[in-house]
C-alpha cells in the first residue's frame, strides 16, 4: 500500500515513438550512453557472461509496471472494488505465491504489450519476497516477461512507512549493501531479468527521502556488485513537488547531487494527499500539466545529465485502505462524459516526449496495487458503477464510475505498444 479525456489520437506521438526506435535502431541505447560507469568483467565461461548476453526487447519504448507479491494479505488492508455495487475484485483467490497467478498477469500483461515488471522488494519481509522465486519465477510462461527488483528503499533503518527521511546509518548502509548482493546473487543471471546496455537494472523507491552519506552509500553498492561482475543500471524514486534534502530538511527544488548518484531518476506516483485542487477529473484539474512541467523542472535543473524514466497511473482511489483520511479521488475518466481509461491516454500524452534513449522506459503505477487503486490487472467485474456500500451510497466512489466490462486500461496501453513497433 502506497502514498504518494476523450480519447485523443497520436499521430504525433507516433512519429515520436518511430524515431525514437529508429535511434536505437541506429545503436544509440549502448552501455556507455546508459551510464557512466564502466562495465564489470566477466569471464568467457561465468555464467553471468550468458545473462548479460541475453537481447533486451527489441522495443522502444519499454513498458513496465510495478508488481506487488503481497496477496491476499494486502486486500484485509482494504480495497475500493470490495465497497463497490456490485463489487470488484481482486479476491482471496489472488495468491500471489502461485505460479497460475503469475502466469496469468503475464500473459495478459504481455499480451497488452507490456515488456517487463517491476517485481516489490522488501527489506524486512523475507517470507513475502520469496514469492518471487516460489510464484512469479515458476510462471510457466515466465519467458514472456522480462522483470527487475523495485526495492523498497523506505523500509530501511526505522521501518516506519511512509517516513519523509530515511537516514543512512552505519547499520542501514550495511543492510543496504547486503540486501544489493543478496539480489544480484539470486537474480541477475536470469535470462529474463531486465538489463539497459547490458547492465541489470534495479528500481529504488523513495531515494528522494534518502539522508546523510548517500554518494557513499551508492558508491558501496556499486562496489560490491562489480566484484560480483556486475555494473547495476540504478534508476531512482527522486521526483515529487516536496523531497528532503540529504541534511534532512524539505525542499521543492531538485536535489541534484542526489539524482546524479543515479543511471536515471523517475517518480513512482504524484498523487499528493496534500494538494486538494488535484483531485478530481483531469480535465478539471493542472495535474497532468503539473506533472508535465515538474518533469520539466527537473531536467532543466539537472541539464541533461541524468535521463528521466517518467510514469504514468490510470487514476488513484484511496478511501477503500484510508476511509478516515478523506484522500480526493483522480478518475479513471478524464472528464465527466468520458468512458474507458482517457485519464492514463493524458497521462501517456505527457510521459512519451520525455523518454530519454539513454533509459528507454516508461513506467506504469502499477499492475495490481488495487489499495490505491492504480492497478491495471484484468479484475472481477459487471457492470460499471457509481455506488458503494457506505451509508450515503458514494463515499468511496465519489460518485465516479468504476468497474464495467472489457479492458480499457489494457487497451490504452496496447495502443501505446502498436505505436512504437
Avoid at 210 to 229: F, H, I, M, S
Avoid at 287 to 304: I, W
Avoid at 353 to 377: F, H, K, Q
Wanted: with cysteine.
Amino acid at each position: 500500500m502506497r502514498m504518494g479525456g476523450r480519447r485523443r489520437r497520436l499521430p504525433v506521438l507516433v512519429a515520436l515513438l518511430a524515431l525514437l526506435a529508429l535511434l536505437a535502431l541506429a545503436g544509440c541505447v549502448t552501455a556507455g550512453q546508459a551510464g557512466t560507469s564502466a562495465p564489470a568483467s566477466a569471464s568467457p565461461t561465468d555464467p553471468r557472461t550468458s545473462a548479460a548476453a541475453s537481447p533486451d526487447p527489441p522495443k522502444t519504448p519499454l513498458l513496465g509496471a510495478y508488481y506487488y507479491s503481497w496477496f491476499p494479505e494486502n486486500l484485509g488492508l482494504g480495497t475500493l472494488g470490495q465497497h463497490l455495487i456490485p463489487p470488484r475484485g481482486p479476491d482471496a483467490s489472488d495468491v500471489s505465491g502461485d505460479p497460475a497467478v503469475a502466469a496469468r498477469s503475464i500473459a495478459e500483461a504481455s499480451s497488452a504489450g507490456i515488456d517487463f515488471f517491476a517485481l516489490d522488494w522488501w527489506p524486512t519481509r523475507p517470507q513475502q519476497d520469496s514469492r518471487i522465486d516460489t510464484g512469479f519465477l515458476k510462471a510457466p510462461n515466465l519467458a514472456a516477461m522480462k522483470f527487475a527488483i523495485f526495492y523498497e528503499t523506505g523500509d530501511l533503518g526505522s521501518h516506519i512507512p511512509y517516513s519523509a527521511m530515511t537516514p543512512l546509518t552505519p547499520g542501514v548502509r550495511a543492510h543496504l549493501v547486503a540486501d544489493m548482493v543478496g539480489i544480484a546473487r539470486s537474480y541477475f543471471a536470469n535470462p529474463q531479468y531486465l538489463r539497459i546496455g547490458g547492465r541489470p537494472v534495479v528500481f529504488w523507491y523513495l531515494t528522494r527521502t534518502l539522508t546523510g552519506d548517500v554518494a557513499g552509500a551508492v558508491a558501496e553498492v556499486r562496489t560490491a556488485l562489480r566484484a560480483l561482475g556486475y555494473d547495476v543500471f540504478l534508476v531512482g524514486d527522486e521526483i515529487f513537488w516536496s523531497v528532503t534534502t540529504p541534511s534532512g530538511g524539505t525542499s521543492t527544488a531538485p536535489q541534484t547531487a542526489r539524482a546524479q548518484l543515479f543511471d536515471a531518476i523517475t517518480w513512482y506516483n504524484l498523487y499528493d494527499t496534500g494538494n486538494r485542487s488535484s483531485w478530481g477529473y483531469g480535465s478539471q484539474t493542472t495535474f497532468v500539466s503539473d506533472v508535465a512541467a515538474l518533469a520539466g523542472r527537473y531536467r532543466q535543473a539537472l541539464g541533461g545529465s541524468v535521463p528521466i524514466v517518467p510514469d504514468v497511473m490510470p487514476g488513484y482511489n484511496d478511501r477503500g485502505a484510508r476511509p478516515t483520511e478523506g484522500h480526493g479521488a483522480i478518475p479513471r475518466q478524464w472528464a465527466p462524459a468520458d468512458s474507458g481509461a482517457s485519464f492514463l491516454q493524458h497521462m501517456f500524452d505527457v510521459a512519451l516526449p520525455i523518454i530519454d534513449t539513454r533509459a528507454p522506459m516508461v513506467m506504469i503505477t502499477t499492475w495490481n496495487e488495487w489499495n490505491e487503486d492504480t492497478g491495471v490487472e484484468p479484475v472481477t467485474s459487471t457492470a460499471a458503477t457509481t455506488r458503494d456500500d457506505s451509508p450515503q451510497g458514494s463515499f468511496y466512489t465519489q460518485g465516479y464510475r468504476y468497474g464495467g466490462p472489457a479492458t480499457p486500461d489494457l487497451d490504452v496501453i496496447r495502443s501505446v505498444a502498436a505505436a512504437r513497433r
